[in-house]
């Protein structure tokens, strides 16, 4: 008998949207928003958001989770800002099963139920697992970024307004571009943005360089 292919599916933006709404929050207006989205986009290009199965579909919301934890570490590193991850919240609204987090910690469950649901077991167990998944998720990024300058660039400009990142990756040669339609040139530079070294950014970029490590 051929054997059927497992049908791959992706765990998309609008899954997310709800439970993103909550996990980046820090900022006012939430700028944040778009660095998230973006993230998430190379994430999906990388196969961290695509599973097979519901146990496989945890593991791409625990991949998303971690890219919550990331932002928020950085928060504290870049601007000392400091939001601890609130990842039992952040879950409500996405149909996470204690059983399945149970599965992935490895913890043993002799009947195969979902009644141990405890708050505090099943925040601990994703804390345990955002944490083993930080590592893959800061490799997708530093692999679409090039190198932990990229990744930092793209942290820092991400509580900028979208028209102001867009004006300081504008082409001061491109014809398409109305000078009086933005003030381009007041935006902070690259080069600008590395050269201009302080010590939070230094913290920051050390941060960076050791792996995006978890503060919690």
């Not at 054997?3 to 933006?13: D, G, H, I, N, P």
């Not at 998430?40 to 625990?62: K, N, S």
């Not at 300058?149 to 400009?157: A, M, N, V």
Request: aromatic content about 12%; some cysteine.
């Amino acid at each position: 008998m051929k054997q059927t292919e497992a049908f791959v599916s992706t765990l998309t933006w609008d899954d997310l949207e709800l439970a993103a709404n909550q996990a980046f929050s820090i900022w006012v207006d939430q700028p944040e928003l778009h660095w998230a989205k973006a993230a998430w986009q190379i994430l999906t290009d990388a196969g961290l958001a695509d599973y097979v199965g519901d146990l496989d579909r945890h593991r791409a919301i625990i991949r998303f989770l971690a890219l919550a934890g990331i932002y928020s570490d950085w928060c504290d590193a870049a601007w000392d800002e400091y939001s601890a991850p609130q990842y039992y919240d952040w879950i409500e609204d996405l149909e996470i099963s204690a059983f399945r987090l149970g599965q992935l910690v490895g913890a043993e469950d002799d009947d195969g139920s979902d009644e141990s649901d405890d708050a505090s077991l099943i925040s601990d167990a994703l804390t345990q697992l955002v944490d083993d998944a930080r590592p893959e998720v800061v490799e997708a990024l530093l692999a679409h970024f090039g190198n932990e300058s990229g990744l930092f660039l793209s942290l820092w400009r991400s509580l900028e307004p979208q028209s102001d990142q867009d004006d300081a990756n504008h082409d001061e040669d491109d014809d398409d571009w109305e000078e009086d339609e933005g003030d381009w040139e007041e935006a902070e530079t690259d080069d600008e943005i590395l050269n201009d070294v302080t010590g939070l950014k230094l913290r920051a970029f050390l941060w960076i360089n050791e792996g995006c490590w978890s503060y919690r």
